[in-house]
């Protein structure tokens, strides 16, 4: 009887978990200080699914290798750039293969104006006081981080302009030197309406090589430098290939597939609890928590969840339901066998264990494969399969034998019409 | 059950599917879409039903040879297709010429999707790099877990299960996308898991079977496995389906080619992969024999 109290305490504190982590994964948590969103507040949506833009842009150049290399890395910081003032969460920009470029936007409202502002020409622009335009980007030859000796080695940025640049900053700097109101010796150095710097000019600038003096740390220096550098666009960029999402077609798209979820796992819930009675019911269990903990570890994980990703969700929790088949269909054979009830169990889990852990590694193969060669939404779904694969072998596996265990504990379940035989 | 006599039906069977899917696919041409050929896809919320004809009244100012399809759950949104690579400008003139015929707003450019000309020979290369390296995982994993005779059987199930998929795709000119190859590589880790556990079954068998022949280990095997194998596919199956029938346009790209390749995985690992080892066997044993008597 004591054996007995201590079997209805473990069970009921396992449901206990395994619903607080699905009601609290629906509904959330508040308490005191405490708060958890619920997920899907949490989880972070790929861009088919919260809208959003992403474009593969390909620079038109013949250049090769280093300097190849060069010209994709001034566009990338370019494209970064620009990217940065639209202010969006999540933005990503990476280089692709040799000549391309994938920027992924989530959540830009509009589209079009994005990606027109991502591909245009940037304007840098040295403007005097007065608002006339000295130089622009097209005549800085190059520009890079400097250290100034006499000033302790602090990093500055050091312009170097075209002769026709030069000229112009020469007549320039000697007039905003003459000037004796400091406002009227700055020269803003403004890229795409943004000033970046706006030093004083103290001496007239000659041979077309100027200093931007500050108290810059090197990574900010580093970053002056790289963009007066990457101002004017090194290339042209041709788009390859688009998809930009609206947001009222993302939220569509993500409120059916919870629809279509909720009643595809209803539907396997009813199959399994007709079909294999009361181990279908504890597979069931076992499969609110499946649901649970691959949700929660995407969370935890900041995985991006895409609408293929949703898919392979739903996909998964078919596949979990069949670690926990196996599993049964072996209970009822050694059953027949003529075992006794805990023997059948024991020797089902036991026998099922290789079958399940063969078969499924062969499924994380072909998904660490989509992982490596997917791109975008493929990879989130790859992500979603393989920790589908993990929680499955230890809900079906682990948690499926704790729960049978503790039910064939009480009389009342030992009834072995409940398991199908 | 007698499986594994009845080998040349079920081979028949699927070499036959595989072998018309081809054929129309090489005479018809497979209906590829606009990932694979380059071209461009937009969708458009107008608000109400529009016939395709008054659609292609603006569309063709543009000069586009576009197809307009219906979408939206009331049929008010259109997706108009080209294979013309438009850029992000000419893509906004177009949507322009709808809202000013139609007083949208900018929220109602649902989608648009644009693809160059090179795309399409990358993602279908990549496609087939991919399932080329899963395919020679999966044999080194159940070489090593097996024996390699397994290994290329299940193999061989895979590629026909990728061949069937294929050749359904042909049969009823579905359009192929990149979720197609995506969906491929999902079928290719679902179907082996399937072989897997029948095969599983058979290296038990053979301990427990010492002198029954390998068709009857084969035979007793895949019984013992029946109910699972159906179960599993049917759950599977049960979820795939409905989202299929709930999901959007490109839930359903996806779900459709994992609906035929979770069923056609179901039938190779029954009635091909097991026939196939089977075969190999009993080849190499009848092999032996004549090479003990010479």
Known sequence: MGMNFKNVLALLLILAIIAASAIIGIYGLEIGNVKINPIRESMRLGLDLKGGVFVVLEAETNATGDDLDKIMNQTKEVIERRVNIMGLTEPNIVREGEKRIRVELPGAQNASDAIEAIGKTAQLQFIKPNGEVVITGSQVKNAEVVFEKDRGNIPSVALELNSEGAKAFQEATRELAAATNINDKIIAIVL?????????????????????????????????????????????????????????????????????????????????????KLPGLIADIALVLYTSIVLWTMVALKATLTLPGIAGLILSIGMAVDANVIIFERIKEELKNGKTLRASVNAGFSRALTTIIDSNITTVIAALVLFQFGSGPIKGFAVTLMIGIFASMFTAVVVTKILLKLFISFDVFRNTKLYGA | MKIVEKSKLWFGLSIAMIVIGLLVGLFRGFNLGIDFTGGTMMQIHIGKTISVDEAKDITSKFALDADIIHAGDEKQEIIIKTKKDLNNEQRQEIFDAFKEKYNLTDKDFRQAEQFGPAIGSEISRRALLSIIIAAAGMLLYISYRFEFKFGVAGIIALIHDVLVVIAIYAIFQIPMNSSLVAAILTVVGYSINDTIVVFDRIRENIKFMGKASYGEIANQSITQTLSRSINTSLTTLLTIVTLYILGVESIQQFALPLIAGIATGAYSSIFIASPIWVIWKNWEKNRGKYRTIS
């Open chain 1, 192 to 276: 795409d309406n943004d000033v970046i710097s706006a030093p004083a000019v103290q001496n007239e600038i000659p041979n077309g090589k100027a200093l931007i003096t500050g108290n810059f740390t090197l990574e900010e220096a580093s970053e002056l430098a790289a963009l007066i550098r990457g101002g004017a666009l090194p290339v042209n960029l041709v788009e390859v290939q688009t998809s930009a999402i609206g947001p009222t077609l993302g939220i569509d798209s993500l409120n059916k597939s919870i629809d279509a979820g909720t009643i595809g796992i209803i539907l396997v819930f009813l199959f399994m609890l007709v079909y294999y």
